[in-house]
């Protein structure tokens, strides 16, 4: 009953994160003075020379409200919004793009962001964390103070820095790498899969550069804390080689946080998708939510902003539900 118990409140509290959640991203653009579809208006009226009569706005106006599911009050609108996300996985239309459906989009281009930024985390995480270890456990000696320098040297440059570097000493200085990556379209072929590989690679090594400075030093200093816990010391009096205490003495208990981190890092790769995208001129779902800010594409940042409340929340349960798998103390309560 226990079991039960903790799997269903951990997934009441992922059900009512997402709806807080969607429900946020409903009612912050109707705060805003911007009226999407007088927008939308203004710029046909634009390209029309300002011929369109009152009687063709109105109806203009009208269609464009049902199109868009602005029509009745606010709740009316809610209750349609939460209709069509959750049980059609429905945004409408895109403005800039109509009459393209906007999940369409956001599924086009989300396989590209979480190839390159999931990769990436993941990658990071995994060296980051056995480099801390190391440099952790042998925490005394000259060689894990070089591992440490390390972590230290790249954990404080700001992302957009160390991207702008990585691209001028790769790209341009050293052409290693495209300076303008191109991505080919159309039905995949092992000609293109290589292409794509090629020049996602310059910006998964920024990212897994970025991110790999902050787990070596958190890691090195969860690893510093737990080697001086009694169970390690009485490992060690028992005689235990250094790579059996490291391994499974110190290392598995100073993964906990660790692998907290890991999943709200995975849930937040959406946040980077956009500086990536921007800077090496990679498809996914930054570059679309560029595209509908400039835009005023309401309906691509509902769709592109409820994947990513999505993907925080579900890590957030994932990461749940997997603890007491990882922490005996948590399965034992």
Not at 62 to 91: C, H, P, W
Not at 158 to 181: G, R
Not at 268 to 283: D, H, K, Q, R, W
């Amino acid at each position: 009953m226990g079991v039960v118990s903790f799997v269903a409140k951990r997934i009441g509290l992922y059900l009512a994160v997402l709806f807080i959640g969607l429900t946020i991203t409903f009612m912050l653009p109707r705060l805003m003075p911007i009226n999407p579809v007088d927008g939308y208006i203004g710029q046909i009226q634009s390209r029309a020379n300002g011929t369109l009569t009152a009687e063709a706005i109105a109806e203009l106006r009208v269609n464009l409200e049902q199109l868009y599911g602005l029509k009745g009050d606010v709740f009316t609108q809610y209750v349609s919004y939460l209709k069509r996300i959750v049980l059609s996985f429905d945004f409408g239309p895109s403005f800039t793009y109509y009459p393209q459906p906007v999940s369409a989009m956001i599924l086009n281009a989300l396989p590209w962001t979480l190839g390159l930024l999931l990769t990436s985390t993941v990658i990071a995480w995994l060296l980051g964390n056995l480099v801390g270890l190391v440099a952790g456990y042998f925490h005394k000696q000259k060689a894990a103070s070089l591992l440490e320098f390390v972590g230290i040297l790249l954990y404080p440059i700001p992302y957009y820095i160390l991207a702008v570097t990585m691209l001028l000493l790769l790209a341009y200085i050293f052409p290693v790498f495209p300076l303008s990556a191109t991505f080919p379209v159309g039905q995949m072929t092992p000609e293109k899969f290589g292409m794509v590989i090629y020049n996602s690679l310059l910006p998964g090594i920024t990212l897994v550069l970025a991110g790999f400075g902050w787990n070596i030093l958190s890691m090195k200093a969860l690893t510093v804390a737990t080697t001086e816990e009694p169970y390690v010391t009485y490992a060690r009096l028992k005689g235990t080689s250094n790579w059996t205490r490291m391994t499974r003495y110190v290392f598995r208990n100073a993964l906990l946080p660790q692998v907290t981190a890991l999943a709200l890092s995975l849930g937040m790769v959406f946040n980077g998708a956009l500086l990536t995208e921007m800077i090496f001129s990679y498809p996914g779902i930054g570059l679309v939510m560029r595209t509908a800010a400039n835009g005023g594409d309401y309906n691509v940042l509902y769709g592109a902003i409820t994947i990513s409340i999505i993907a925080v929340a579900t890590a957030g349960l994932v990461i749940d539900l997997l603890y007491p798998l990882l922490d005996p103390r948590i399965r034992h309560k």
